[in-house]
């Protein structure tokens, strides 16, 4: 009795998917049948046929993309498969020096001009319009010819039963309560199959992907660049250079007043330990010598000792890692603990590296006040740009009020 009882429910389920798919497939269609409809009704004048079958191309444009992401939506919803839109995404538009706008495909006198040249030409040139209306026309004649068998069965059914063949009735509900279960399913195949990016479109943006984050790490480099020649000599060259004019002053005092030339090396000793310590640190925030001498799991451990968090670190035995992925994980978990303290307030924090598949996996939770964004132009986001640049991803799950729980994962093919 329970198998039964399963068997119609999941009948019913899939006979309610069946009329939302052919809801969303039969959209186009209805469109056209309708065009049809009204060139009967208005006659077979010579340019009577135009404006209908104008107005169901101009439809067809405008659903087929509507469409497409509902079918994505339902494809995810019930089978967890997620296929990526894939369009491409506009670019600012920006007013140049000579009062023109600029659109990335034209200058325009107006902002709003160069935004709507910007639309038509980007919807024109994105080869995911055309597989969009690919998947209307063809989703009709493969899906929506499946889905349409269950509501078909019914239709059958009742229409049976009022005409007093009962036979009839009891076939078409049958058949609607058999394939019930099944007929959705093709939506996926179909989908993933016409809705998918192409090879090519693959490849395209994967290059704009790499392109962005080429120009991320040029813009972070050479910003890495600028503090070190900052800190060099607002620091350490500073302080050699007084070094230098302390011992030179000594020198010339040496004979003359012992006292204060000796004084004056006091200072300059006490000047050459501080600037030793200032190149430490400078050569700490470059490449930790403890990363490079002890690896990843020593590295964070003593990350761990010097931050003001009471900090736990749980790591597995990973083996040797590539120099800038290591790096790359080290600081990302160095600017993960600095957020808990400067922002989130955290007394406490856990530090989990694990190693799943091909990839190295960092899980760091604080029990801060939460809150945290990933904002343009903010420290999270930069740390997701340098961890996209070894394909990298970060995920933050931070609710107001806290916890908060970041993950970072690396793939490392050499694994």
């Known amino acids: 009795m329970s198998k039964l009882v399963i068997w119609l429910a999941g009948a019913g389920t899939g006979f309610l998917r069946a009329c939302a798919v052919l809801a969303v497939v039969l959209l186009v269609p209805v469109l056209w049948a309708a065009a049809a409809g009204l060139w009967i009704w208005w006659g077979a004048g010579p340019w009577s046929w135009l404006a209908p079958f104008a107005w169901a191309g101009i439809g067809t444009v405008a659903l087929s993309r509507p469409v497409c992401r509902l079918t994505r939506g339902l494809v995810s919803r019930w089978t967890g498969t997620v296929i990526p839109g894939g369009y491409r995404q506009a670019a600012p538009v920006v007013r140049m020096s000579t009062g023109y706008w600029w659109n990335g495909f034209s200058y325009e006198r107006t902002s709003r001009d160069a935004r709507q040249d910007q639309r038509l030409r980007l919807w024109w040139s994105d080869p995911a319009t055309w597989r969009d209306l690919r998947f209307t026309a063809i989703a009709p004649l493969t899906v929506g010819v499946l889905a349409a068998v269950p509501?078909?069965?019914?239709?059958?059914?009742?229409?049976?039963?009022?005409?007093?063949?009962?036979?009839i009735g009891v076939l078409g509900l049958l058949v609607a309560v058999a394939t019930a279960p099944y007929a959705w399913r093709?939506?996926?195949p179909v989908a993933v199959r016409f809705l998918r990016a192409s090879v090519t479109m693959a490849l395209a943006d994967r290059v704009e992907e790499l392109t962005a984050q080429r120009a991320d790490a040029t813009v972070t480099q050479a910003a890495e660049i600028r503090r070190i020649e900052r800190d060099l000599h607002d620091g350490a060259q500073a302080r050699l250079v007084a070094l230098g004019l302390s011992l030179a002053t000594a020198e010339k005092l040496m004979e003359t007043n012992p006292e204060q030339a000796k004084a004056l090396l006091r200072q300059a000793r006490t000047g050459a330990a501080t600037s030793l310590t200032e190149i430490r640190e400078?050569?700490?925030?470059?490449?930790?010598p403890v990363l490079t001498e002890r690896g990843l799991t020593d590295a964070v451990r003593a990350l761990a000792l010097d931050?003001?968090?009471?900090?736990e670190v749980s790591a597995e035995d990973l083996p040797p890692l590539d120099p800038p992925i290591e790096s790359a994980v080290y600081f990302g978990i160095a600017e993960l603990l600095t957020n808990a303290v400067?922002?989130?307030?955290?007394?406490?924090?856990?530090?989990?590296?694990?190693r799943q598949d091909n990839a190295i996996v960092v899980d760091l939770a604080d029990n801060g006040r939460g809150g945290a964004l990933a904002r343009p132009g903010g420290g999270l986001d930069g740390l997701r740009r340098r961890l996209a640049v070894f394909d990298g991803t970060l995920e933050i799950d931070s609710p107001p009020g806290g916890p908060t729980r970041a993950r970072m994962m690396v793939p490392c093919e050499s694994w």
Do not use: N, W
């Open 186 to 188: 093709a939506l996926e």
């Open 307 to 311: 931050s003001p968090l009471e900090t």
């Open 342 to 354: 400067k922002h989130a307030h955290a007394s406490e924090a856990r530090i989990v590296i694990t």
């Open 151 to 167: 509501p078909a069965g019914v239709a059958v059914a009742l229409l049976g039963l009022l005409q007093g063949s009962p036979v």
């Open 282 to 288: 400078l050569v700490r925030g470059i490449s930790p």
